[in-house]
């Protein structure tokens, strides 16, 4: 087998990260733009010892999933943004509840019933994008899995305020990173890398306003911080007078929707390492003497604590890991609520978490990522006895 070679293959289950899985001479391969049930020819694009990855490039048998990409850079050798927009929206969540299912069955040998609800749009809803300037001074992104730049002219999934003829008629730096931030109030922040941006992006959640520099993250679907925050809050059950910790905080989503429930007697403690997150943090909590904003590594300054009432962690796709776990679970909190934005992650974190006596005692899953095959996880930990 090589580079470029094709086969005519069977596509069977999903695979995590955005794939469906085909068989050829007893070699797994790793199929984009297939589905479930289809009979399609496949181009390899990528050789490794143990498996391939390819592209489908022609459909001999449609799945009844199947329907027509809404952006005509989502196809093979086209923008790699966009992993699932042939494949129907319900279909989409579907499949993706079955990765959820599929790690936890085999990372924290758990059988689990979870269903990935709809958020709202499936079609511009992004409001983060960062692209890469072509050798056109053109707006471009990367093909999946390489480092090849794709001229586009408007992006299905972008926000309505990303203007990207708009930017395409200046003249950008070759070579440089755009970041746009789209504010709830609607506008735009342009950043381009190498230039000093002085203007801050506003955010409203629940009543409680931000205001960020572009380079602090924030969740990227229009609808994901009410999402979210709503709940966290539902899982966590929090009474007035809590400790709460918000670890890998970010710039205190989760702190500013827990402030109105433990009130003046409660105390929220942020961590986080990211130097603007922990300045729009301050900032924006400057007038609340009960939060208290660290800076720095989770696993460095958590040690320093010995008791809280109730955790919630937003860690990197990564996870967070045995270490850093342990350190929770000295504070002995009551509840730990977790939100993922890796499946795997998270199942191999729940193994952890049960090893130590805490229960795995909700799960929900949110589309906040449509078109793609990221999935957005809240789950809920409970100490046993």
């Known amino acids: 087998m090589n580079v470029g ?12 990260g955005g794939h469906f899985v085909a068989r050829h001479e007893g070699r797994v ?23 391939a990855r390819g592209d489908a490039i022609e459909v001999i048998n449609p799945s009844p999933n199947r329907t027509l990409p809404t952006c005509k850079f989502a196809r093979p050798d086209g923008c790699g943004g966009c992993d699932f927009q042939h494949i129907d929206p319900l279909a989409q969540r579907n499949y993706k509840a079955e990765i959820i299912k599929e790690q936890f069955n085999r990372l924290a040998k758990m059988d689990i019933d979870v269903e990935v609800e709809e958020v709202a749009p499936s079609l511009g809803w992004r ?146 390492e990211s130097p603007s997150a922990v300045t729009d943090a301050k900032r924006n909590f400057a007038s609340h003497s009960n939060v208290e904003i660290v800076e720095g590594k989770v696993e460095r300054e958590l040690k320093r604590f010995v008791k809280g009432d109730v955790v919630i962690i937003d860690p990197p796709r990564s996870g967070a890991g045995e270490r850093v776990i342990r350190q929770i679970l000295a504070l002995s909190p009551r509840t730990l609520i ?36 990221h999935i957005e996880s809240v789950a809920r930990f409970i100490r046993r006895g």
């Open 338 to 373: 977790y939100v993922a934005c890796d499946p795997a992650s998270l199942a191999r974190d729940t193994e952890i978490l049960e090893r130590f006596d805490y229960a795995l005692d909700g799960i929900r899953a949110f589309d906040l990522f449509p078109m793609t095959q």
């Open 127 to 272: 409001s983060r994008m960062e692209f890469t300037v072509s050798d056109n001074r053109k707006i471009a992104m990367f093909q999946a899995r390489s480092n090849n730049l794709i001229e586009i002219d408007e992006c299905k999934i972008a926000h309505p305020s990303i203007k990207i003829s708009e930017l395409n008629n200046q003249k950008l730096p070759v070579g440089k990173k755009v970041d746009v931030a789209v504010g709830s109030d609607g506008k735009s922040v342009v950043s381009i890398e190498g230039r000093e941006n002085f203007t801050l992006v506003n955010q409203s959640v629940n009543g409680f306003e931000f205001s960020l520099t572009p380079e602090s993250f924030w969740q990227s679907h229009i609808a994901s911080p009410k999402t979210l925050s709503d709940a966290v809050l539902k899982f966590a059950e929090l009474r007035s007078g809590d400790h709460v910790y918000d670890l890998y905080s970010g710039v205190g989503l989760f702190a500013s929707a827990a402030l109105g429930i433990v009130g003046e007697t409660g105390r929220i403690t942020m961590i986080e």
């Open 29 to 51: 391969i790793f199929v984009r733009h297939a589905i479930t049930g289809e009979k399609v020819r496949v181009r390899i694009t990528e050789i490794s010892k143990n498996f």
């Open 5 to 16: 070679d094709e086969f005519v293959l069977d596509i069977s289950s999903i695979a995590h």
